[in-house]
Antibody, heavy 118, light 106 residues
Framework: QLQLQESGPGLVKPSETLSLTCTVS??????????WGWIRQPPGKGLEWIGS???????YYNPSLKSRVTISVDTSKNQFSLKLSSVTAADTAVYYC??????????WGQGTLVTVSS | DIQMTQSPSSLSASVGDRVTITCQAS??????LNWYQQKPGKAPKLLIY???NLETGVPSRFSGSGSGTDFTFTISSLQPEDIATYYC????????FGQGTKLEIK
């Protein structure tokens, strides 16, 4: 059973970079045909896909966030990461990491709340 | 860009009722559509994939239909544990979620 766990600071200052890591257990992040992704959910609001990375390293980003987002993979640690730069209060959300197969999100992390505030 | 319009945004129904949620895409997305259930404080859970396929372990009272631009999600007989927010999600072009439907018990 695949398990995903987000980690990172719960509080980030405005204009700084939000950095989160997702640790994968129960499977290899290098497996082919799978994507690893990030989704966020502002408090009381809906889900927003941030971006995905293929096992080969190819990335796909939400056009509305593309200029600020970087997703990368560290196969040696079985982890993938999210960096979101120049954050504002609008980036306050629960951030989920996810395993995506053929467009469907089969596994989710439990989510981590990141608050942007000075 | 594809737009997804999900309706209604909220819905109140009685136990045993048939509940229907719709999702409309701004362009043809074939059957590249999934449905998720999210309970408060939890991550979403996949219920239906590829518009009409029931995920393993999901009760058969949940179903999905449609293709092209118009999709429907149905709960045939609402149960108390079905209280949640439901989202559609297209994957024809990147990934995009509908706005969500909050389902409450009347």
């Amino acid at each position: 059973q695949l398990q995903l766990q987000e980690s990172g600071p719960g509080l980030v200052k405005p204009s700084e970079t939000l950095s989160l890591t997702c640790t994968v257990s129960g499977g290899s992040i290098s497996s082919s045909s799978y994507y690893w992704g990030w989704i966020r959910q502002p408090p009381g609001k809906g889900l927003e896909w941030i971006g995905s990375i293929y096992y080969s390293g190819s990335t796909y980003y939400n056009p509305s966030l593309k200029s600020r987002v970087t997703i990368s993979v560290d196969t040696s640690k079985n982890q993938f990461s999210l960096k979101l730069s120049s954050v504002t209060a609008a980036d306050t959300a629960v951030y989920y990491c996810a395993y995506i197969q053929r467009g469907r999100i089969d596994y989710w992390g439990q989510g981590t709340l990141v608050t942007v505030s000075s | 860009d594809i737009q997804m319009t999900q309706s209604p945004s909220s819905l109140s129904a009685s136990v045993g009722d048939r509940v229907t949620i719709t999702c409309q895409a701004s362009q043809d997305i074939s059957n590249y559509l999934n449905w998720y259930q999210q309970k408060p404080g939890k991550a979403p859970k996949l219920l239906i994939y590829d518009a009409s396929n029931l995920e393993t372990g999901v009760p058969s009272r949940f179903s999905g239909s449609g293709s092209g631009t118009d999709f429907t999600f149905t709960i045939s007989s609402l149960q108390p544990e079905d209280i949640a927010t439901y989202y559609c999600q297209q994957y024809d072009n990147l990934l995009l979620f509908g706005q969500g439907t909050k389902l409450e018990i009347k």
